[in-house]
């Protein structure tokens, strides 16, 4: 682990997604092969997916349903390759387990209340279908957090601009997003913010710029939070920060 720490890499505090993390080589999680439709569609997908979220109306469930079109195709291409030790692996299953959760919640209240309604899932759907991303990524040797460490920034700056565009003020001077719901635009925005400061990597050969892009989103997204006024958001702070503090001195093992 401090070897870990000291590498050019430096800790990574948001996800067990590095490339070649040395505990998921040693246990067999990652595949060999890569897809041909890696880094021309699926990386850009994933890189604009965070970006477009919060500046263009139904990119979110457009940029889904393609990532979960890739990864079902990248799943198929590499099932050969499928690592033997994926579902024993501890972050795997406490994330099925987590995304599962609300649809067996939705299903004991029906039960419970001696309900059959096919429509209450419809939200819940929303967290089963990233569950191919996630396998068909957890196993791969792609870039992810690399990818990912700029867009969140990006993405809270965007939004910052998308902001100030927009000319409708909301009551008390609130101002939010032209299609989004102030308080979702105003928790996405400071979580945006949140994961730009997880994404700075202390200690490391980081550029000037680098850290310079990721504290200006940490600082759009919670100002953007505040001009919303939402303040749901602001509780969550405590818990990703003891998230981030737990993890961060693991290195590669941060998940």
Known sequence: DRDAARSP???????????????AVAAGLLGQAPCALDRPVLLPCMFLFPVLSLLV??????????LLVLCLYRLHATRGQAPAGLFRDRTTQAYLAAMASVTLAV???QFANGESRIQSYDETM??????????ALRH???????TLQYAFPLSAIVALVALFANPYAESEGRKGSAFLNLI???DLALLLGMLSLFSLRAGSAETAAGKALKLAGVLAGAY?????GSRGGWLAVPFLALLWVSFAPAGSRAT
Do not use: E, K, W
């Open 9 to 23: 890499r430096g800790p990574n505090p948001i996800m067990a997604l590095p490339a070649d993390p040395p505990q």
């Open 57 to 66: 109306q139904g990119a979110t469930s457009a940029l889904l349903v393609a």
């Open 107 to 109: 299903m004991a209240g």
């Open 126 to 135: 929303r967290f089963l279908l990233p569950v191919p991303v996630f396998l």
């Open 140 to 146: 791969s040797r792609l870039p992810v957090s690399a």
């Open 184 to 186: 979702h635009f105003g």
């Open 224 to 228: 953007i939070s505040m001009r919303t």
